[in-house]
């Protein structure tokens, strides 16, 4: 093998290489769910993107020779910091071929950046935050990643382990079947009892996204999302831009039937935000470098608007206000993802990710029939010299 390399990206040419680099280490996978090019340029441009308004990410490239063996990225992110009360840097984009040397060099990359950064340690792998991409895949392979999670093969959590890296978190998925529910009549005996006590009190109206209002709606889901996650694991909130981003990405792909609203006397106490699972048209589509764009999304339109190759749904995200929990409010949607699911024809619903410690959580969804499928880990390391 010839001599590694492992040199910071100082240009486009650098950042297009990170972005087409996966399509080396996955070739022949056949789980891994390409992203479209546009998308990934657009996430790591500083003028499109604004993470970047409170971070900074500095990329690296491995090579041997003139082959690229290799990426990661390093960053930080200055509002989780604040926010969180601690002093850690990130690392991400780590995709390496089945190379133990480089993918050694690459964590030691991110790990230099962010001591010289000043952090006294580094937590990953993640895309720039709990609210984006992220965790490290540790069981659960032989699966297509649903929407907006996150796929690796199996020996990267090795090389994160032999790096001295613990966990930090787990993050489970659930799955559960939606055709069961349909067989056995609804949903466990136990949840129905909830629902009837919560709809006999008759404080709560449960109803779906109005796409004529969707700005709007979008506002008032941002106050609910960042009060009802507050006290999570790693959370940081989404400043107004970063929120108005992802409205602008959802709102070409939500079903608006798949989206629960529960009110009380006409102001928003819960949403649960559930996402048709376009990985899998995704998948059959195939973008790939050097394949023109618009025949890509061609392709994509057929197989999911002709073909109906959505088989799955994600529940994405679901907040109560932190007054309201307890109360049956989470019951509610679940019932009307249920509902909704059915009627549109779906058969599997995974409910991701969920933090390993969130016990409120965790129960609720076993109540509801979930059985943990998927395991997705952040790792953390202390750094030594850090200011």
Known sequence: MSNLTILPVQDDGG????????????????????????????FLDPKRNPFFQH?????YLARRGDRVVGTIGAFTNDLFNQFQETNSGWLGFFEVLDDPEAAAGLLQAAEGWARTAGHRSILGPAQFSTNDEVGLLVDGYDDLPRILMTYNPRRYLGYFQAAGYAKAMD?????????????SGGLPPKLGRVLD???????FHVRSLDMRRYDEEVERVKRVYNNSWARNWGFVPMTDAEFDRMGEQMKSIIDPDLVTIVEMEGEMVGFG?????????????YPRPGTPEAWTFLKLLWNWKVRRKVSWIRVFALGVLPEFRGQGVDALMYQATVDAGLRKGYENVEMSWILENNDMMNRAIRLFGGEIYKTYRVYEKTLGGAG
């Open 15 to 42: 950042v297009q290489a990170v972005i087409e680099f996966p399509w080396e280490v996955y070739r022949g996978d056949a789980y891994w769910v390409p992203p479209l090019i546009s998308e990934r340029q657009a």
């Open 273 to 285: 935000l559930t996402l048709p699972d376009l990985n899998e048209p995704l998948h059959g589509a």
């Open 55 to 59: 971070g900074r990410l500095q990329l």
């Open 171 to 183: 993050l489970w998925a659930y799955s559960t079947s939606l055709t069961k529910f349909k067989q």
């Open 197 to 203: 006590k919560v709809r006999a009190r008759d404080r």
